[in-house]
């Protein structure tokens, strides 16, 4: 995009986007000061209270997605559209009773990875290590990607300067603090982001009524407000089970689990997922007010930043580049530590170096760090494209993941066969839907298969797992 068509000045950009760097590394230099083993940097020390718990949920799952395709799910699908990508909440939710058990069965856990190992062995491992790093590199690449495009599209920063300059200040403060600087950040991020998107919702009510908002779509676009409408009614279950995918197997939450104090995890996951909740709905909303505001809207993954410059003026391009900018370091920098981490226990530590230090290991971990951002980094600066088809072709991994992690908690007759099986058939027939039919019942498809698969290898297994091996020391 040329500056010319830019929401903010180059010059207010560049100032907020350094600005943020050097609050960002500075806490993550402070934050990092006392890390001194892995468990340190992975875990900040298993000491994460409430407070931090709940916003590093909550903002964690605010990605660029949440303030940027949210209002474009509403503009295409109406009502629905707005709930069905809230639907994404109920992955934290459901997440924070496995995650209360996840704390208990394994004290001394590091990653999702370690679960799949010492419950179903090896074999499974190998499968879910595959599945889960695909995904997690993806939703790496696809964050800093947005990174570059929003930012050229808000301010216009060039892209391959946004993408590097978020993507290096995210890999430098999540290498020196870890875990501690993830959460700490987190924890402001989510604040600017919620108090900005609230801020805009009560400016965007003072220009138009919602009964000026409802005439506008009865006259223009009556299909937004159809209780009926087929896309938008499968729209609601694809997401709700992607999500559950996503949050279920994928270790930037299961190490938040390890992460937490003693009996905080549950309660940190539940108010993130209430208070994720209404972030789209009201994203949404913003995108339904853009035809009684009579905003022109040339792409609808942009009708948020065009109605918000509308009501707010510079103020709301000023505005809406901080959330956007909060939101991706928010996803980057959890994605980053999260799959360093998994990289670091289950391949180098498991597979090459099992007698490995604790400063062994967190010095691996920080380098592992650096290397994904400039694999990331190497893989974004082409600007290839969009990464949605690749996000939406990895549904059918996660949902064919999640019955073997739900049953292997909670079940002792879970086993190996009934993982194995429900992870390779659930994945095949998801992906052969996705290219047969389409995107949509990729993910469907893929939970179905995995858990028949799944359940009935557990109704028929005579085996019963000793839950005292997932308590690994060492």
């Known amino acids: 995009m040329s500056k ?42 298993r000491n994460i209270g409430l407070a931090l718990g709940t916003a590093t949920a909550a903002a964690t799952w605010i990605t660029s997605n949440t303030t940027m395709l949210a209002p474009q799910f509403a503009l ?5 559209g707005m709930l069905a990508y809230s639907t994404a909440s109920f992955g934290l939710l459901l997440f924070a009773p496995m995650a209360g058990r996840i704390r208990a069965l394994m004290p001394h856990g590091y990653t999702s990875g370690d679960f799949f ?18 995904y997690s590199l993806t939703w790496l690449v696809s964050m800093a990607m947005a990174g570059g495009i929003l930012l050229n599209a808000l301010s216009g920063i060039p892209y391959a300067w946004g993408m590097s300059v978020i993507l290096g200040v995210c890999v430098l403060y999540t290498m020196r603090g870890g875990l501690a600087a993830v959460i700490g ?8 982001i919620i108090i900005g998107i609230v801020v805009v919702g009560f400016a ?62 549950g309660k940190a996951f539940a108010l993130g997922g209430l208070i994720w909740f209404p972030v789209p709905i009201a994203a949404g909303f913003i995108a339904l007010a853009s035809g009684a505001l009579n905003v022109a809207v040339p792409a609808s993954d942009m009708v948020g930043p065009l109605v918000i410059a509308e009501v707010l003026g510079k103020a709301g391009a000023v505005a ?19 799959t360093s981490d998994l990289l670091t226990e289950d391949v180098y530590r498991r597979m090459f170096r099992p007698a490995a230090t604790p400063a062994r290991l967190k010095s691996v971990a920080q380098y592992v760090t650096l290397a994904l951002g400039i694999f990331t980094w190497a893989v974004c600066l082409p600007r290839i494209g969009t990464l949605a088809s690749v996000l939406f072709f990895a549904g059918p991994l996660v949902g064919a993941m999640i019955w073997p992690i739900v049953t292997g908690l909670y079940w002792r007759s879970a086993n190996s066969v009934g993982a194995v099986g429900g992870m ?51």
């Open 4 to 45: 010319a068509d830019a929401l903010l000045d180059p010059n207010i950009g560049w100032l907020l986007l350094g600005a943020f760097s050097v609050l960002w590394i500075g806490l993550g230099i402070y934050w990092g000061r006392r890390n001194k083993s892995f468990e340190d940097h992975a875990l900040a020390g």
């Open 76 to 80: 295409q699908l109406g009502i629905w």
């Open 117 to 134: 190992r010492l419950r179903y062995g090896r074999g499974a491992w190998g499968i879910f290590l595959v599945f889960t790093l695909f």
């Open 185 to 192: 950040t987190d924890f402001i991020q989510s604040l600017i």
């Open 204 to 265: 965007v009510l003072s220009h138009v009524s919602i009964d000026a908002i409802h005439a506008n779509l009865s006259a223009e676009r009556p299909a937004l407000l159809d209780m009926l409408f087929p896309a938008a009614i499968m729209a609601i279950f694809n997401n709700l089970l992607f999500g559950l995918g996503e949050v279920f197997h994928n270790n930037v939450w299961w190490s938040r689990a390890f992460a937490y104090r003693e009996g905080v995890a």
């Open 320 to 338: 809406i580049f901080v959330i956007v900018f909060c939101s991706l370091a928010s996803s980057i920098d959890s994605l980053l530590a999260a």
């Open 424 to 474: 390779l058939l659930g994945a095949g027939a998801g992906l052969v839907c996705y290219f047969a039919i389409g995107f949509y019942v990729g993910a469907l498809v893929a939970t179905a298969v995995s858990m028949v698969w799944v359940l009935a290898c557990t109704r028929f297994s005579k085996s019963r797992f000793d839950w005292a091996k997932l308590k690994e020391t060492a």
